[in-house]
């Protein structure tokens, strides 16, 4: 019963760690769960180590198995070491919980602290978390500026939590945007490597949309700003007035009003 207990605490903890909305999340600060408290309590004068170890990566990877999440994300966990000259007096149960401001997701800690023995302690455990699964890899370098097409990439299997900038999924999110900077061979399209391309400058003329309650006026004005495919512009009409529209596509603008 013992052993059962801690598996369904745990299984408890990894279900919050595959969750999308929590890999995503910033910072969580108290219990994984409610009552998530693990028992370690080695004989002896002080904890083993390897004890904690061996049951941290058990737990996560028992429940990481038989868990499902939306996300074609396939989760991986590795505990990592205490600092070795760390002596823990007994615990009768040991409570893991999420160090504020921290994030599950690449390197991360763990927190365990001593909630019932003799002497009260609190440590950190580092972990890294892998989240695998396809996306786009550059198939040769691309310059700083260039225009993507989607020659450029092929899906591949990457760790989507290797860096903070988050993956860029879908190809209609990158293809026709430019580099921000030179990217190599081999490395994974993420957010901050790709942004929508300048159609139009300051002073072009461009053609403005404006729809309304059964009818469309289609005239021309000069743009104001910089024209960004599906942000916003500000264009001057021909009385003078300055307006703020989206940017469609290479030369026009639409109002709304």
Same mark, same amino acid.
């Given at each position: 019963?013992?052993?059962?207990?801690?598996? &369904?605490?745990?299984?408890?903890?990894?279900?919050?760690?595959?969750?999308?909305?929590?890999?995503?999340?910033?910072?969580?600060?108290? =219990?994984?769960?409610?009552? @998530?408290?693990?028992? $370690?309590?080695?004989?002896?004068?002080?904890?083993?180590?390897? *004890?904690?170890?061996?049951?941290?990566?058990?737990?996560?990877?028992?429940?990481?198995?038989?868990?499902? %999440?939306?996300?074609?994300?396939?989760?991986?966990?590795?505990?990592? !070491?205490?600092?070795?000259?760390?002596?823990?007096?007994?615990?009768?149960?040991?409570?893991?919980?999420?160090?504020? &401001?921290?994030? =599950?997701?690449?390197?991360?800690?763990? /927190?365990?602290?001593?909630?019932? /023995?003799? +002497?009260?302690? &609190?440590?950190?455990?580092?972990?890294?978390?892998?989240?695998?699964?396809?996306?786009?890899?550059?198939? /040769?370098?691309?310059?700083?500026?260039?225009? $993507?097409?989607?020659?450029?990439? #092929?899906?591949?299997?990457?760790?989507?939590?290797?860096?903070? +900038?988050?993956?860029? @999924?879908?190809?209609?999110?990158?293809?026709?945007?430019?580099?921000?900077?030179?990217? +190599?061979?081999?490395?994974?399209?993420?957010?901050?490597?790709?942004? *929508?391309?300048?159609?139009?400058? @300051?002073?072009?003329?461009?053609?403005?949309?404006?729809?309304?309650? /059964?009818? !469309?006026?289609?005239?021309?004005?000069? *743009?104001?700003?910089?024209?960004?495919?599906?942000?916003?512009?500000?264009?001057? #009409? %021909?009385?003078?007035?300055?307006?703020?529209?989206?940017? =469609?596509?290479?030369?026009?603008?639409?109002?709304?009003?």
């Amino acid at each position: 019963m013992e052993g059962l207990a801690v598996f &369904n605490q745990l299984l408890c903890v990894a279900r919050r760690l595959r969750a999308p909305g929590w890999l995503l999340a910033s910072a969580w600060t108290g =219990l994984f769960c409610s009552g @998530a408290l693990a028992q $370690m309590q080695p004989p002896g004068d002080a904890i083993d180590n390897s *004890a904690i170890y061996a049951n941290a990566q058990r737990w996560v990877d028992d429940a990481l198995a038989s868990s499902t %999440d939306s996300l074609p994300l396939r989760m991986e966990v590795s505990v990592g !070491e205490l600092d070795r000259r760390l002596r823990l007096a007994p615990c009768a149960l040991v409570e893991p919980y999420i160090p504020p &401001n921290t994030r =599950l997701w690449g390197k991360s800690r763990l /927190g365990l602290r001593c909630v019932q /023995g003799a +002497s009260k302690w &609190n440590v950190f455990l580092p972990i890294t978390v892998k989240a695998l699964g396809p996306a786009w890899v550059l198939k /040769g370098m691309v310059t700083q500026g260039a225009t $993507m097409s989607q020659e450029d990439a #092929m899906m591949v299997e990457v760790d989507w939590a290797e860096f903070s +900038s988050p993956i860029v @999924a879908n190809v209609s999110d990158w293809v026709g945007q430019t580099a921000t900077r030179t990217l +190599s061979a081999g490395q994974a399209l993420r957010q901050d490597m790709v942004r *929508a391309a300048q159609v139009f400058q @300051a002073g072009a003329q461009v053609r403005v949309l404006a729809h309304g309650a /059964g009818f !469309e006026i289609v005239t021309s004005a000069q *743009a104001v700003s910089s024209g960004v495919i599906g942000q916003s512009a500000r264009v001057r #009409m %021909d009385n003078g007035r300055v307006l703020t529209g989206q940017v =469609l596509d290479g030369r026009t603008v639409r109002l709304a009003l």
